[in-house]
């Protein structure tokens, strides 16, 4: 990942250049703060998808460590194979969890995205004391698709206490190929 001038909306862009045999992808992550107290969070960026990148799926989550220590994970994205936002839930228990991407009725496939073009992204989450997450709404480029469900995601991982991380993962489609990525106005909101 590098910061670049072009394209950009803010004057800084971060870049993100993946390449990948067998399907595979890669997980950008970064450390934003220390709240075991919010309960309510949207993950708002701008995404470029550079012409030529093969994707499959673009991962947009957001982890965060409650009081309890256990870690809530907000996973969410736009799913090539299903062509659908999903989210994932822990059909698990919280020691010994079960992962699972669910499926919305919200239409999605990153590979149909207009590339070249900034695209607006929005991602409307909240959880209960519990760990579970009710995943609200997601916005492209202004216009929401309701998801309104209720899962629960909550992971005994013996993370940092308060711990907040944001995730950006890019998933190849295929036996090999890359992608370009550009990522501005990145901001979580949480209350």
């Not at 970064?30 to 093969?54: E, R």
């Not at 009081?67 to 936002?85: E, H, K, L």
């Not at 929005?122 to 698709?145: A, K, M, P």
């Not at 909550?154 to 950006?168: E, Q």
Request: one cysteine or more; hydrophobic letters at 35%; proline letters at 3%.
């Amino acid at each position: 990942m590098t910061l670049v001038s072009d394209p950009s909306l803010s004057g800084q862009a971060a870049k993100f250049l993946t390449t990948f045999t067998n399907a595979g992808g890669e997980l950008y992550s970064v450390t934003y703060g220390n709240d075991t107290d919010s309960k309510n969070f949207l993950y708002d960026a701008h995404v470029w998808i550079a012409a030529g990148s093969t994707l499959s799926n673009l991962e947009m989550d957001n982890n965060q460590v409650m009081r309890n220590g256990d870690t809530v994970i907000y996973a969410f994205q736009c799913s090539g194979y299903s062509n659908t936002w999903e989210f994932s839930a822990n059909i698990g228990t919280p020691t010994s969890p079960q992962v699972k991407w669910m499926k919305s009725a919200a239409p999605c496939n990153p590979s149909k995205w207009t590339r070249d073009v900034w695209h607006h992204i929005q991602i409307s989450t909240s959880r209960d004391d519990s760990g579970n997450v009710t995943y609200h709404s997601v916005w492209f480029d202004g216009v929401e698709s309701p998801i309104n469900q209720k899962v629960n995601s909550d992971f005994s991982l013996g993370w940092a206490l308060g711990a907040l991380v944001a995730n950006f993962q890019v998933d190849g489609l295929g036996t090999s190929g890359s992608s370009m990525l550009y990522l501005d106005h990145f901001t979580m909101y949480r209350w």
